[in-house]
Nanobody, 119 residues
Framework: QVQLVESGGGLVQAGGSLGLSCAAS????????MGWFRQAPGKEREFVAA????????SVADSVKGRFTISRDNTKNTVYLQMNSLKPEDTAVYYC????????????WGQGTQVTVSS
């Protein structure tokens, strides 16, 4: 089992920046990927970014490419999402998640943190 605790959400004006963090605890040795997803009101949850825990390679959704950066600190078992040039359409609950080794999907999820971007 792995537990995830997110922090860093809040309210920001369009064009501003926010940073999210997500700390993992428990069986962190099982982590293959850590990712960020978001869900806006009335919409399905969507992928934002992911990072390979060992290699550090990254993937980012086209909608946030060039604005959002995912990074990790293996020593702290923490993944970060730096969000710049925020837009009102970035408003959502942001979730971090873990894809364990051997799994086909993300099995562990954080509680979510609200990000609201005002116009």
């Amino acid at each position: 089992q792995v537990q995830l605790v997110e922090s860093g959400g809040g309210l920001v004006q369009a064009g501003g920046s926010l940073g999210l963090s997500c700390a993992a605890s428990g069986r962190t040795s099982s982590i293959s990927f850590m990712g960020w997803f978001r869900q806006a009101p009335g919409k399905e949850r969507e992928f934002v970014a992911a990072i390979n825990w060992s290699l550090g390679s990254r993937s980012v959704a086209d909608s946030v490419k060039g604005r959002f950066t995912i990074s990790r600190d293996n020593t702290k078992n923490t993944v970060y999402l730096q969000m710049n040039s925020l837009k009102p359409e970035d408003t959502a609950v942001y979730y971090c998640a873990i894809r364990p080794r051997g799994a086909s999907g993300y099995d562990y999820w954080g509680q979510g943190t609200q990000v609201t971007v005002s116009s």
